[in-house]
Each structure stands twice: as C-alpha cells, then as structure tokens.
C-alpha cells in the first residue's frame, strides 16, 4: 500500500531539498489535453539535476509514497495524471533542459529530459543535422516524454520511432540509484538492454532524466505533394509506387480523410486550405532526397504513375516551402480540430498495411450501425498507424454519447486486435488502457511485464496505476 503525500512528508521533502524545489501543484499538473481526468498531487517537485531527482525518489521510497513523472504535459492516455488513490508527488523535469552537449561528426545530441522536443531540433538545426522525430506537440512535448512513450510521429517510415533515435539513457531507478547509460556508441553488447526497456516504459521502471540521441544529415532536397486517391487501398498501392520511384527517400506519408479538413474548416475557418472542397481521402506525402536531384519532377513522376494506373485522380505539389509548410499545417492541425469538436472515443491503432482498408470499412460499417457517428480516420499511412476517431454528430456533444464510449472503444479494439492489429501504436497505455493490455496482451508477455515491474520498483513507487494494475 501507498501513502499520501501528506503535509508532513511535503515539510521534510523540502527541507532536504534546494529552496524553491517543491511547489504545490499548478492546475497544469493536474490537467491532460482532453480534459478527461483530472489529476491528484500532494506536491510538484521541480529538480534542477539528476541528484536532485535521486533525493526526491529515495524520500519516496522510504516514505512509500507515489511518485506520478511530468514532462510536458502532452500525452493522451492518461499516463501524467493520476486521479485516484493517495495523492503521489508529481516530478516534473521542466527545469532539466540543457542541451550537455552536441557531437555533429558523430551525429549525436545530450539532452537533458525536460528538454522541449523543438529545442532539440533547433540544436541539432543549430550544428547542421536534424533530430528527425516530428510531432505536433512539438513546442510543448518533452523528451523525457517522447522516450517513456516511445513517440512515433510523422517520419517513423524513415527514421524510426523514439526508441530507434536514443544511443543512450540517463535514469533514476525506484531505489534511488541512478543508472548512468549517456554513452554515445552505435554498439554496446555488455549484457541485458536497459536502455529500450525503460523507453516505453511511461516512468514505470525509472525515471528517464537526459539522453543521447541520434542525428541525422538533413535531407539537402525536400518537397511535398497532397494527392487525392479513391481510398485507403489505392493509397497504399501509391505508397509502394513511392517507394520503388524514391527507395529510402519517402520521409512521410499521411492518410487524410476529408472529416479531417471539415473539421478544420468548422474550428478554424481563417486556416488556408488546399483544396475549396475537400476530397473523400487524401495523401500527404514528403520526400528527402540527395543532392542532384528534383523533388517536384520526382513526385511528377509520381503522380504521373499514379495516375495512369488509376490510383491518383487530383494533386497539388508544393511549388515553394510556404506552400509546403500549408500542407503540414492541414494535417498537423487536425489533433487540434479533434479536441475543439470533442471525440466520443479517440484510438490509437496500428495494423499491419494490408489490413487497413478491411479494418476501415469493417469499423466504419460497425459504428454506422451502431449510430449516426463522424469518423475521422487519418495517420502515418507508411508505418500502419492510424487515429481512428468517433465523434457526435454535427450539432450534438459529446456528453449525449457518454454511455457508448466503452463500447465503441471496444468494437473498435476487437476489430484491430482480429486483425492482427495493436490497440497502442504510439501514445501508449497510460491509465486509460490498462484494461486493454489485460484484455488484448499475450499472457506470457504481460507476466514477464509483471515479473520486471516488481524486480525493479517492489513498492510500486513509479507511476502507480499506469501501464500495469
């Protein structure tokens, strides 16, 4: 059993702490993006340094009192809000955010957890490389976060998720140890990988406090295009066709439905978008390619192809990068549309890419019989990751729906898991999915799970409630 963070244990915190350390929580602490739950917090305990966290999780420890890790505030699956139980201390790392150091000949990056994901990318910019991992929540999210979910993001098809970016991990463990993994090697086979077990892990093995990550040489030549295609099937046969024209190149390739641009047009109509009647599904699609070569003839090309095998009907290539950079805000204002309407039920699937089509049509046919619903289906096409999204429709809430949820999340998951399919591709489970990873997971995996969770926190201390119950 857990204690409270009570008052008397927030007295002795701080007084074994630098002044100014420990706060009472702000409402940002306590809040996710959805506004579905609201959090509990005896106190925020702001370290400057890794030490520092050490302190606060051997306090813990000793006192049995839960510890709920903060980075930016961004994740959608609950996992930085904790709303039931003994009010932990939520450890926010927004003070942990130097950049410690750049090595550009050797394509690495240290930053500190509590770095914004877009400082990191206008370090790396700053010496010439790029840090590829791209989100929306880009100026919020941190990196501390985006390796405890191991974020995905638009260039996953090229560069991999935040687990295929990290050399390296610095991290305090349940017992207040701090486990010192900052190497910056591409090969380190000196026993178990703790590194990519505690990324992904949501603060429930350790807490991540800085990392080593991988560069990459920016791309000298880019270009986007969006092309209208009749569906998700056509749409993968272009992705195919994109690979083979530019094998290596493709950086991004998004499925848009057109729910998503109504979306946009109804939240925010002073958005410029592309097209003045939205097609029934879109691509959007990004190419990085060596010095030399065109990107606008290349997805001509493209497009031409496409065309004459009759999967692309209607296109636009970007002609400048303003125009490129429209392209990006249509689809990467779509998050924010979702939230301003407010979804019934929003998933986060991944499936493997000959399953979509099926699973779109077999979702889609299932919600319709079960009411008069707005989907809004759209993601990272190149990696099988889809949002699939449920929402009342126009003119009515979301509260009208509440009683459906759980079991439009459910049929949804079915169909998803049926088809081989993960009910978490990149936001990971947070509090919101533990029932999920019990329901769907493989016996024999989630034990092990089990088995790792108690070798390494015994008390339970780290994000209780999250991942595993």
Same mark, same amino acid.
């Given at each position: 059993?857990?204690?409270?963070?009570?008052?008397?244990?927030?007295?002795?915190?701080?007084?074994?702490?630098?002044?100014?350390?420990?706060?009472?929580?702000?409402?940002?602490?306590?809040?996710?993006?959805?506004?579905?739950?609201?959090?509990?917090?005896?106190?925020?305990?702001?370290?400057?340094?890794?030490?520092?966290?050490?302190?606060?999780?051997?306090?813990?420890?000793?006192?049995?009192?839960?510890?709920?890790?903060?980075?930016?505030?961004?994740?959608?699956?609950?996992?930085?809000?904790?709303?039931?139980?003994?009010?932990?201390?939520?450890?926010?790392?927004?003070?942990?955010?130097?950049?410690?150091?750049?090595?550009?000949?050797?394509?690495?990056?240290?930053?500190?957890?509590?770095?914004?994901?877009?400082?990191?990318?206008?370090?790396?910019?700053?010496?010439?490389?790029?840090?590829?991992?791209?989100?929306?929540?880009?100026?919020?999210?941190?990196?501390?976060?985006?390796?405890?979910?191991?974020?995905?993001?638009?260039?996953?098809?090229?560069?991999?998720?935040?687990?295929?970016?990290?050399?390296?991990?610095?991290?305090?463990?349940?017992?207040?140890?701090?486990?010192?993994?900052?190497?910056?090697?591409?090969?380190?086979?000196?026993?178990?990988?703790?590194? %990519? &077990?505690?990324?992904?892990?949501?603060?429930?093995?350790?807490? =991540?406090? !800085?990392? @080593?990550?991988?560069? +990459? /040489?920016? $791309?000298?030549?880019?270009?986007?295009?969006?092309?209208?295609?009749?569906?998700?099937?056509?749409?993968?046969?272009?992705?195919?066709?994109?690979?083979?024209?530019?094998?290596?190149?493709?950086?991004?390739?998004?499925?848009?439905?057109?729910?998503?641009?109504?979306?946009?047009?109804?939240?925010?109509?002073?958005?410029?978008?592309?097209?003045?009647?939205?097609?029934?599904?879109?691509?959007?699609?990004?190419?990085?390619?060596?010095?030399?070569?065109?990107?606008?003839?290349?997805?001509?090309?493209?497009?031409?192809?496409?065309?004459?095998?009759?999967?692309?009907?209607?296109?636009?290539?970007?002609?400048?990068?303003?125009?490129?950079?429209?392209?990006? %805000? &249509?689809?990467?204002?779509?998050?924010?549309?979702?939230?301003? =309407?407010? !979804?019934? @039920?929003?998933?986060? +699937? /991944?499936? $493997?890419?000959?399953?979509?089509?099926?699973?779109?049509?077999?979702?889609?046919?299932?919600?319709?019989?079960?009411?008069?619903?707005?989907?809004?289906?759209?993601?990272?096409?190149?990696?099988?990751?889809?949002?699939?999204?449920?929402?009342?429709?126009?003119?009515?809430?979301?509260?009208?729906?509440?009683?459906?949820?759980?079991?439009?999340?459910?049929?949804?998951?079915?169909?998803?898991?049926?088809?081989?399919?993960?009910?978490?591709?990149?936001?990971?489970?947070?509090?919101?999915?533990?029932?999920?990873?019990?329901?769907?997971?493989?016996?024999?995996?989630?034990?092990?799970?089990?088995?790792?969770?108690?070798?390494?926190?015994?008390?339970?201390?780290?994000?209780?409630?999250?991942?595993?119950?």
């Amino acid at each position: 059993m857990l204690n409270p963070a009570d008052e008397h244990f927030v007295a002795t915190l701080a007084q074994s702490l630098p002044e100014g350390t420990i706060r009472a929580p702000e409402p940002r602490h306590l809040e996710e993006p959805r506004s579905r739950w609201a959090g509990l917090g005896g106190c925020v305990a702001l370290p400057r340094s890794t030490a520092e966290v050490a302190s606060v999780v051997r306090a813990c420890q000793a006192a049995r009192v839960g510890i709920v890790p903060w980075g930016g505030g961004t994740g959608l699956v609950g996992g930085q809000v904790m709303a039931e139980g003994p009010a932990p201390v939520i450890l926010s790392l927004e003070r942990m955010k130097a950049v410690r150091g750049i090595w550009p000949s050797e394509n690495v990056l240290i930053a500190e957890a509590g770095a914004k994901l877009a400082e990191v990318r206008a370090a790396a910019d700053g010496a010439g490389r790029m840090f590829p991992l791209s989100l929306a929540s880009e100026g919020t999210c941190s990196i501390g976060g985006n390796l405890a979910t191991n974020a995905g993001g638009v260039n996953v098809l090229r560069w991999g998720n935040a687990r295929d970016l990290c050399l390296g991990v610095e991290a305090v463990l349940a017992d207040g140890s701090i486990l010192g993994g900052l190497k910056r090697l591409r090969k380190d086979n000196t026993g178990y990988d703790l590194r %990519n &077990l505690l990324i992904g892990s949501e603060g429930t093995l350790g807490i =991540i406090t !800085a990392a @080593s990550l991988r560069l +990459v /040489a920016p $791309p000298p030549v880019t270009g986007a295009a969006l092309m209208v295609v009749e569906g998700p099937e056509q749409a993968l046969e272009l992705l195919a066709l994109a690979e083979a024209l530019a094998p290596g190149c493709v950086s991004a390739f998004e499925l848009i439905h057109r729910t998503g641009p109504d979306f946009l047009a109804e939240t925010m109509p002073d958005l410029r978008q592309p097209f003045a009647e939205p097609p029934e599904w879109l691509v959007l699609v990004e190419l990085g390619l060596p010095h030399g070569l065109s990107a606008a003839e290349m997805l001509e090309d493209l497009f031409g192809q496409g065309a004459e095998a009759g999967l692309v009907s209607d296109g636009l290539i970007a002609q400048s990068e303003s125009q490129r950079a429209d392209f990006w %805000n &249509l689809r990467e204002n779509i998050p924010e549309a979702n939230r301003l =309407i407010g !979804a019934i @039920s929003s998933h986060d +699937v /991944a499936l $493997p890419l000959s399953e979509l089509p099926g699973f779109i049509d077999e979702a889609g046919q299932a919600l319709a019989a079960m009411g008069p619903f707005r989907i809004n289906c759209f993601g990272h096409l190149g990696d099988g990751n889809l949002h699939y999204n449920v929402f009342p429709p126009k003119g009515a809430a979301r509260a009208d729906f509440a009683g459906q949820a759980y079991a439009i999340k459910e049929l949804v998951h079915d169909i998803v898991h049926a088809r081989g399919g993960s009910v978490s591709a990149e936001h990971g489970l947070g509090r919101a999915k533990t029932g999920d990873l019990a329901r769907y997971g493989d016996p024999a995996r989630v034990a092990a799970m089990r088995t790792i969770k108690a070798a390494l926190d015994p008390a339970g201390i780290l994000n209780p409630g999250a991942v595993l119950v």
